[in-house]
């Protein structure tokens, strides 16, 4: 993908993520609202924080630490963290090298982020360094059906021009197996589709907490 057709696509995926915020936070709230339950005020961290979809589940008196690498996002979620009065300091920054020091934030949040990342096990050593010892990691993501599915035969035949429109995202990915093995201490998973989901490929999901 050359520069200028990536530029479109994040441009793109700005625009659409902006239309789209009040159905996908419908699609995802009883995921979210488990994922994020117990998250208490302090430094929090949302790596592909977007425009600020999450915002509403931020505790007040929180400081926010955004990781978004896709400067198209970045106008809306300033925007955004205005309008919900967050404490925002936004980082240009891959997943995979966050400028934050060891044992340094409360908690990490994600959703619907470790599917499109190059390493998400990179992205998971990471969270791991910048979170204080009891610290969580709190997520939302969809996931690969079974193999021998129906479903998981429709991931593998959307999978790259989904991938294309959509910076990377992999509709087969394993999710639960890669935070399993990324050294938490303790890791909770829920699995349930999403409701009400037009996006038949990727309504499979999961939230989960994972403990430093």
């Not at 339950?37 to 949302?46: I, P, S, Y």
């Not at 936004?90 to 060891?102: M, T, V």
């Not at 999710?175 to 890791?187: E, K, N, P």
């Not at 999403?194 to 999901?205: M, Q």
């Amino acid at each position: 993908m050359n520069t200028q057709t990536s530029s479109r696509i994040s441009r793109f995926n700005a625009w659409f993520f902006d239309v789209v915020d009040c159905y996908s936070n419908h699609v995802a709230h009883v995921h979210k609202q488990n994922a994020f339950k117990g998250l208490r005020a302090g430094t929090v961290v949302e790596i592909g924080a977007g425009i600020g979809a999450n915002f509403r589940y931020i505790p007040e008196g929180s400081r926010l630490i955004a990781v978004e690498p896709n400067a198209a996002m970045h106008t809306r979620l300033q925007r955004n963290a205005a309008a919900r009065k967050v404490d925002l300091e936004l980082l240009a920054s891959p997943g995979e090298d966050i400028p934050l020091a060891d044992d340094s934030v409360d908690d990490v949040i994600a959703t619907l982020v470790l599917c499109t990342v190059t390493d998400p096990e990179k992205v998971l050593t990471e969270i791991r360094r910048i979170l204080r010892p009891g610290g969580t990691f709190r997520f939302v993501e969809h996931i690969a059906a079974r193999p021998t599915s129906p479903r998981r035969w429709i991931q593998w035949l959307v999978a790259r021009p989904w991938a294309w429109l959509f910076e990377g995202c992999d509709t087969q990915r394993d999710t639960v197996s890669a935070v399993a093995d990324a050294g938490f201490s303790t890791v909770t998973v829920e699995s349930k589709r999403f409701r009400h989901s037009v996006f038949f490929p990727v309504n499979l999901a999961i939230w989960g907490v994972a403990r430093a």
